[in-house]
């Protein structure tokens, strides 16, 4: 990615006393674009997806000298929160370069939100489900392992990882193999129906229904790991404490970590830096716990 900062036009003079005549004004990005910009400079970024509403990026981080014709490296794909209004894609970059270095190949996802293109969650969800097509068919590109795609995502988008382990209507339309293999979640909208969170967000209650996790937990599920906070007022922590005690009893594994004194977005690296580290080593060790990660022989035992 060739990004520049724009440059001054002008300097001001360095005696003071004598006025400023500026002859063009040259106005700056805003500071969350240049902000993302930066971030981003380090990804190469792929068009996953031609949506009706325009092209749709994924940002990839390799791990070190990764080389796509040998490597079947792990993948762990990462959806930014935003209650499916905004876009956040360098949420997730720091989870990012810390899954790079252990050996994945990760990405954060740009999918449809509302303010940007108005949709709703349907069609998050249909991009959602276009990243894992375009991660099996193009792994041999990439030098990933098709069979080790991992979902992550947080508050909405933890919402679009989860649906797609879980909604028949994934399954049915692309085959069982096209859902991850594991998920780990931080703040997650499980529940979508009018007893939960978001379902003002779709085009009928129905479908809100229709489209909640909740209503399709079931045996056979992948591994779930998720972090949430007890005083989280954007989704309460007993929909998910609710929500992991009934996939975990249908023979799924499932782990739910509870973070006191917390809220919403609890596990940023910008907003808590302790509670990242807690969050990003205890994923780690769940990934390398399935096999997915090689053990790091530099982490402590968690």
Request: some cysteine; aromatic content about 10%.
């Amino acid at each position: 990615m060739d990004i520049q900062a724009p440059g001054m036009k002008n300097q001001f003079p360095s005696d003071a006393s004598h006025p400023v005549v500026i002859d063009q004004l040259v106005k700056a990005p805003p500071i969350g674009e240049a902000r993302e910009r930066e971030l981003l400079k380090d990804a190469h970024s792929f068009i996953y997806f031609t949506s009706p509403h325009g092209a749709l990026p994924a940002h990839f981080f390799f791990p070190h000298e990764h080389n796509p014709l040998t490597a079947r490296a792990p993948a762990i794909v990462f959806f930014h929160g935003g209650l499916w209004d905004s876009s956040m894609p360098t949420q997730f970059i720091p989870h990012c370069h810390h899954f790079a270095a252990r050996g994945a190949v990760t990405l954060a996802v740009e999918y449809r939100v509302r303010s940007k293109h108005q949709t709703s969650p349907l069609e998050a969800l249909e991009d959602a489900a276009m990243v894992m097509i375009f991660l099996r068919k193009n792994a041999p590109i990439l030098g990933l392992d098709p069979d080790r795609i991992v979902f992550a995502g947080a508050g909405s988008g933890a919402y679009l990882a989860l649906a797609c382990a879980t909604l028949p209507e994934i399954g049915a339309a692309s085959g069982d193999h096209f859902r991850p293999c594991a998920l780990f979640l931080f703040s997650a909208i499980v529940n979508t129906t009018r007893k939960g969170i978001g379902a003002d967000r779709f085009p009928s209650e129905q479908e809100a229904r229709r489209y909640s996790p909740s209503e399709h937990v079931r045996k056979g599920l992948p591994p779930l790991l998720a972090f949430h906070a007890r005083d989280d007022r954007v989704v309460p922590f007993e929909h998910v404490a609710k929500f992991t005690k009934k996939y975990a009893r249908k023979k799924n594994r499932c782990e739910l970590l509870d973070f006191q004194n917390a809220g919403h977005t609890f596990f940023n690296y910008n907003s808590h830096e302790r509670n990242y580290e807690i969050t990003i080593r205890a994923a780690d060790y769940f990934l390398v716990n399935l096999g997915l990660l090689d053990p790091d022989p530099l982490a402590e035992d968690f």
